[in-house]
């Protein structure tokens, strides 16, 4: 891969069941609760009262050995919440509930299928944010099925036996200091190193930890002061110096120089940084990309490790094909056993219209479509241009189609206007997201694009369209761009689905060995740090 590595291994974990039967080989095991976890240094700051534990057991009639687990787990974390926070699902319980639905809606495996989580789940992923009671009961008894069925699901999977620490580090218990982490992670004290040779990715991003811990041992690097606003190829500067030992401390600037010539070796060195920091190569200094070189060098470790765990809620790779999209980078890949085909620029959701971290199948192809606008961008923006200017449908070749609950549902026509393009991509998912064409190209001529409501706009259609549809003679080049310029919505069904990984990774190691960092564009980042570290 040229830019950003899927993963190709999901947990593949098979935990040993704590449980009261008489056979030595699954024994009851003593799991001592563990009282040092209080709400100021837990992982999350919502605790269950342990009476609904045994209620929840009792009324959902939980066989004796899965109680026993679910017990273990819970008092390893002094009933601390594993999937929630007072503000909502955390990121471990949108990363399971992503591989619970993706690995029931490909494996049809009704063992693992609960139909009362699915339901008190759709309303909780679709929340960006809420306030969470501990005393509430959805709350309680779908945080208890979810570790129910973390389990189950743990066992479909053949691979490395985890003890209940190294369960605890999939799902964290505590906050501890930034560089005591580090260190755990990098010495293999938290338990993962199996997970770490079998997760190459993981593997990498672990090296990278390892080089950075260093850095920071020895003071990190020291903040660049620029002087003037752009420096190019042949100024002579004393700043010139310290972007030099800047760019060597992590590995862009090949060889120690001590001159204040902004040389070709500089040139080189700063057009890698901007590439590993999504810019365009200039090789120019400006002020952005010093202020972005002078992020500390613990906010990246922070960083690096907050991604780590992100990687470790991936799904298994798949065998054919696939596309992955990774949100901060504005980028899209295609895959096909392995190997890349090719990328595009995206433009994804803006803050506020987050794009959502997910995995589906790719099965269906419309040219020409409607774009059924959603309802609340009916109520934000189209009403009020509609009181504005009572022309604006017609303008904008919309219609009403009806009314439902005291709103219209309005579409756009398929055609030059449509917001959609003139082709989109679905992937059936509950957040109503897909890929499709758009008619503002100039976004992709940005280094920064969040702005979508949601749904990821692709720079080149065509080109996914003609690839996803390549076995099928019927569609050849020429009848793609007749269907996509018919004014006329058709559905095209694919043979193969195809699997669609939405990631949302700020730090990864690229197909080249290089190290990437993007912006935290939705502070998910930011959110995490606060949670993990008692020292961020």
């Known amino acids: 891969m040229k830019h950003l590595c899927y993963l190709p291994v999901s947990l593949l974990i ?3 069941a704590c449980n009261t039967n008489t056979d030595k080989k699954h024994q009851a095991e003593v799991v001592t609760r563990d009282y040092s976890i209080t709400a100021s240094n837990a992982y999350n700051n919502i605790f269950l009262d342990s009476n609904t534990f045994v209620s929840f057991v009792a009324k959902n009639k939980v066989p004796q050995d899965e109680a026993a687990q679910i017990l273990g787990f819970y008092n390893k974390r002094n009933f601390e919440f594993a999937w929630f926070s007072g503000t909502g699902l955390t990121e471990e319980g949108r990363g399971f509930w992503n591989l619970y639905n993706y690995y029931f809606s490909s494996s049809k495996d009704s063992t693992i299928y609960n139909k009362t989580l699915k339901k008190q789940m759709q309303d909780f992923i679709l929340a960006d944010s809420m306030s969470i009671s501990p005393k509430d009961n959805d709350v309680v008894k779908t945080e208890l099925l979810l570790t129910q069925y973390f389990f189950k699901y743990l066992a479909k999977n053949d691979g490395v036996t985890l003890t209940d620490k190294e369960v605890n ?8 200091p930034l560089m005591e982490t580090a260190e755990s992670i990098i010495k293999n004290k938290d338990g993962l190193r ?7 990715n993981f593997k990498l991003l672990k090296e990278q930890l390892g080089h950075y811990y260093d850095v920071a041992k020895k003071g990190g690097w020291q903040p660049i002061v620029l002087t003037k606003k752009k420096l ?3 100024a002579t500067d004393p700043v010139v110096v310290q972007i030099k030992n800047r760019l060597r401390a ?14 070709d070796t500089l040139v080189n060195a700063v057009k890698a940084a901007q590439i ?3 810019f365009t190569p200039t090789g120019y200094i400006t002020d952005t990309l010093v202020n972005i070189l002078n992020i500390p060098v ?3 470790i922070s960083q690096i490790i907050i991604n780590m765990n992100r990687m470790k809620w991936m799904p298994d790779e798949p065998k054919g094909k696939l596309i992955v999209t990774n949100i901060p980078e504005y980028k899209l890949y295609v895959y096909d056993g392995g190997k890349a085909q090719f990328d595009m620029k995206v433009v994804v959701g803006k803050d506020g219209h987050n794009t959502v971290i997910f995995t589906g199948n790719l099965d269906e192809i419309i040219f020409s479509p409607y774009w059924n606008i959603p309802p609340s961008i009916v109520r934000k923006e189209i009403l009020p241009s509609i009181e504005r200017n009572k022309n604006y449908l017609a303008q904008n070749d919309m219609e009403v189609v009806r009314e439902e609950n005291g709103l219209p549902v309005i579409r756009q026509k398929p055609g030059n206007k449509n917001a959609l393009g003139k082709v989109k991509f679905l992937f059936p998912n509950d957040f109503n997201i897909y890929f499709h064409d758009t008619p503002a190209k100039d976004l992709f001529n940005r280094d920064q694009r969040a702005y979508s409501h949601g749904c990821i706009r692709l720079s080149d259609p065509v080109k996914l369209a003609t690839y996803l549809l390549k076995d099928d003679a019927a569609w050849t080049p020429d009848k793609i761009n007749e269907a996509m310029n018919a004014a006329k919505e058709k559905s095209v069904m694919l043979k193969n689905a195809v699997t669609v990984l939405v990631t949302y990774y700020t730090a990864w190691v690229d197909g080249n060995s290089s190290l990437n960092f993007r912006e935290d564009i939705y502070g998910h ?3 995490q740090a606060k949670k993990m570290f008692t020292d961020q």
Not at 169 to 176: C, E, L, M
Not at 250 to 263: K, L, N, R, Y
């Open 194 to 200: 199996t997970y770490s040779n079998s997760n190459n």
């Open 169 to 176: 580090n999939f799902i964290p218990v505590k906050k501890t």
């Open 14 to 16: 098979a935990l040993s």
């Open 298 to 300: 613990t906010q990246r």
């Open 525 to 527: 980042d930011t959110v």
């Open 232 to 234: 190019a190829k042949g």
């Open 276 to 278: 590993s920091l999504g």
């Open 250 to 263: 992590t590995g862009e600037m090949p060889i120690i120089d001590t001159s204040a010539v902004f040389d």
